[in-house]
């Protein structure tokens, strides 16, 4: 759901050493946000050397997609799952479907602390245009451009890539709101899925502008 980076050649080895730097990593991250911990600061709370963040996993933005995907991903292992035998398969979803299937899972995160605090990192990274080397398909546009051009064959790519960025923004915006406490001025109450998914679906199929020539 970010600007795509560089690809990333993970490091398989020392998994021990991976995981120290991972369970570092979200504590930090969660507690404080991605933009105040330095790689410097992970590598210190895992007890590891200055270079050892770099040398895992590439980068700090590489980092932190394996602290969400490792996170989110068996949270939603069987939708996406069944979501993509079903799009091998040859469906073709509806629109209301689809805003569905996007709304639910952030709607069912955030009713925990931390979900919300997921959330809420997941946000900071993306709509920070951090480009995070996801592995996850399912973490980048492509795949959901094409269920929807799928639906509506009139949408071009770029129409359709722009209008998932847009939905997706939305999402980020609305669940991943800084935590407030509900007794303090400025907490709102947790949104509606239902209008939440009404209000995508209505612009995803939205029709088509004119295009202007590229």
């Known amino acids: 759901m970010s600007r795509m980076g560089k690809e990333r050649v993970p490091n398989a080895a020392s998994p021990v050493t ?44 590489g980092l932190v997609a394996v602290v969400l995907q490792q996170r989110l991903v068996p949270l939603w292992a069987d939708r996406l799952g069944e979501l993509g035998e079903r799009r091998d398969a040859g469906w073709k979803p509806g629109i209301t479907e689809l805003a569905d299937i996007i709304v639910s899972p952030f709607d069912q995160l955030v009713a925990a602390e931390d979900g919300r605090m997921l959330v809420h990192l997941l946000a900071r990274v993306v709509l920070g245009s951090v480009e995070v080397p996801w592995d996850n398909p399912w973490f ?65 199929d939205a029709p088509a502008p004119g295009e202007e020539a590229s």
């Open 18 to 61: 991976r995981g120290r730097l991972v369970a570092e990593a979200e504590r930090l991250f969660l507690a404080q946000g991605y933009d105040k911990v330095s790689v410097r600061a992970v590598n210190a709370a895992a007890g590891m050397n200055p270079a050892a963040v770099h040398y895992h996993f590439g980068s700090k933005e």
């Open 140 to 204: 980048r546009y492509e795949p959901w451009c094409a269920l929807l051009r799928a639906t509506r064959p009139d949408l071009s790519e770029r129409v359709a890539d722009q209008r998932w960025r847009l939905a997706f923004a939305l999402l980020l915006q609305t669940y991943g709101q800084p935590l407030v406490p509900a007794d303090r001025l400025g907490a709102l109450p947790p949104p509606d899925p239902r209008q939440v998914a009404a209000f995508i679906a209505a612009g995803l």
